[in-house]
Structures are given as C-alpha cells and as structure tokens.
C-alpha cells in the first residue's frame, strides 16, 4: 500500500523536485550505462518517473518508455514530454509478464515498506523479460522513518540490498555509491545497483 504523506508531499512539491534532479538527469552516467544495455527500440518502465525527464532522455534514445508514479502531480509534468506514456500508479499495481527489456527504478523503492519490497521485486521481475536490465538506487542505512519532509524511506545495507534482489531473481552487477543532498536539505550515502533477470 502506498504511503498517503510520501505522496503528498511530492504533488505538493513537484516543481522543486524538477529542478532538484534536472542536472543530475542530464549528467546521470548510470542512465546512460542503462540505455546501453537495451535494445534498439526496447520497452522500457520507468518506475517512479517523477517529472519525466530520465523518460524523456530514455524516449530521445530511441526506447518505448512507460512511466508510472503514485503522484498524480509528477504524472501530469512527465506526460508533457513527447515519446512518454506516463500514468498514475502505485508499486503494487504492476502487473504483466514479460513486458520489458529494461526497467528504471531510480530512488522510488526505497519508499516502499520493507514488508512489501520482496513482493515489489517480484512482480517487477515477471514483468521483466528474460536477461532484461534492472536499474535500481536506494538510500544507504538501516530501518525505516520519515524524512524532515514527511517521506517514508526504507534504507538498506548493500549486502541487504544485494540478497534482496537475489532472493527476487535478480543478479546483481555494477554498484556504485555516492552522497548528494536530496528534497530535505540534507546529505545522505546511496548505492546505484546495475542488475539484470
């Protein structure tokens, strides 16, 4: 089940999150090492697309691009982009089987609840085709809580966050890690896990 206040706190501040990530959407090396790994004119899912601009580069790169967000007012921005299918939806609402060669899950789990993230996985991994890319960034740490802003984060442990996504049938491939000031004003670690089905 989605949380209401993550939410709200993303259609009340859509347009400050748009201009958070622009840059780093423009500059984002692990966008482009995704649209590597997919074929010429592959489906993709951008899960958690936001305002739409990795979308909006992925679409530009030639894919189908699919874009889903639990935020009514983060659909309606990456809808404008031309190339993008953007609708309103929730981790839970992914269904189908073999859909995609490729899916983006950007620093849109880690809202998830723990007790739901097995069965996220899951279901992305059947929508995913066989040997399909899996993009996924996730705040480093432990436990969950809201941030300054009221968001729910779940935060993993790289060994964690790696057996996680086994135990789903996913393997893990190159990590990278970083540390960048999000929406609240303050610092945190991440980890970006490239990884395919």
């Known amino acids: 089940m989605a949380d209401k206040e993550t939410l709200r706190v993303y ?3 859509a347009a400050d999150y748009a201009k958070l990530i622009d840059s780093d959407t ?3 090396p692990y966008l482009e090492r995704f649209i590597a790994r997919l074929p010429t004119g592959g489906r993709v899912l951008d899960l958690g697309c936001g305002p739409g601009l990795a979308a909006t580069r992925m679409a530009n ?3 189908q691009v699919d874009a889903m967000d639990g935020s009514a007012e983060m659909v309606a921005m990456a809808a404008q982009h031309d190339g993008v299918t953007a ?3 929730t981790f839970d609402q992914i269904t189908g089987t073999d859909i995609y060669d490729g ?11 723990k007790e739901a993230m097995p069965h996220h996985l899951a279901a992305m991994v059947t929508a995913l085709k066989p040997g399909g890319a ?4 996730m705040k480093l740490g432990s436990g969950s809580q809201r941030d300054a802003i009221g968001r729910l984060y779940s935060y993993y442990s790289e060994p964690e966050l790696i057996t996680l ?9 190159e990590t990278d890690h970083g540390r960048t000031v999000g929406l609240d004003g303050t610092e945190a670690d991440w980890i970006v896990v490239a990884a395919h089905g």
């Open 26 to 28: 423009k500059e984002n």
């Open 103 to 113: 899916i983006w899950a950007n620093f849109c789990l880690l809202h998830a609840s």
């Open 165 to 173: 996504l086994g135990a789903a049938g996913l393997t893990a491939g």
């Open 11 to 13: 259609d009340a501040k």
């Open 87 to 89: 609708w309103q939806a």
């Open 134 to 137: 899996f993009h996924i960034g």
């Open 61 to 63: 790169a030639g894919l």
